[in-house]
Nanobody, 128 residues
Framework: QVQLVESGGGLVEAGGSKRLSCAVS????????MAWFRQGPGKEREFVGG????????????YYADSVKGRFTISRDNAANTVYLQMNSLKPEDTAVYYC?????????????????WGKGTLVTVSS
């Protein structure tokens, strides 16, 4: 059974940085995709970034929403089976609950409906 556990959320000032972690237990498939989503107050859940995993290691291909491109970076520790979201130059509008998710398909559409597994989320609050 696949389980995802996010950590690293909290309060940060605008312009600051934060790194979120998503620990994955179990193996969804040999090739799959992982993603970060977020849901701000009164907003729908939206895609933040994604990464492909091939043969249990990151395949190198990453994808980002335009709103975070150049500020957020996804990486993976293959040995620890953990995916990270490094967030820099944070803005108040980045305030949200951040979720990691897994799509058992390697080529993912990175939509919430396309994900097969979800973590419970971690709250990031950016103060102005």
């Amino acid at each position: 059974q696949v389980q995802l556990v996010e950590s690293g959320g909290g309060l940060v000032e605008a312009g600051g940085s934060k790194r979120l972690s998503c620990a994955v237990s179990g193996r969804p498939s040999n090739n799959y995709a992982m993603a970060w989503f977020r849901q701000g107050p009164g907003k729908e859940r939206e895609f933040v970034g994604g990464i492909r995993i091939s043969g249990g290691v990151s395949g190198g291909a990453t994808y980002y929403a335009d709103s975070v491109k150049g500020r957020f970076t996804i990486s993976r520790d293959n040995a620890a089976n953990t995916v990270y979201l490094q967030m820099n130059s944070l803005k108040p509008e980045d305030t949200a609950v951040y979720y990691c998710a897994v799509d058992r398909r390697y080529v993912s559409d990175y939509t919430p409906g396309g994900m097969d597994y979800w973590g419970k989320g971690t709250l990031v609050t950016v103060s102005s």
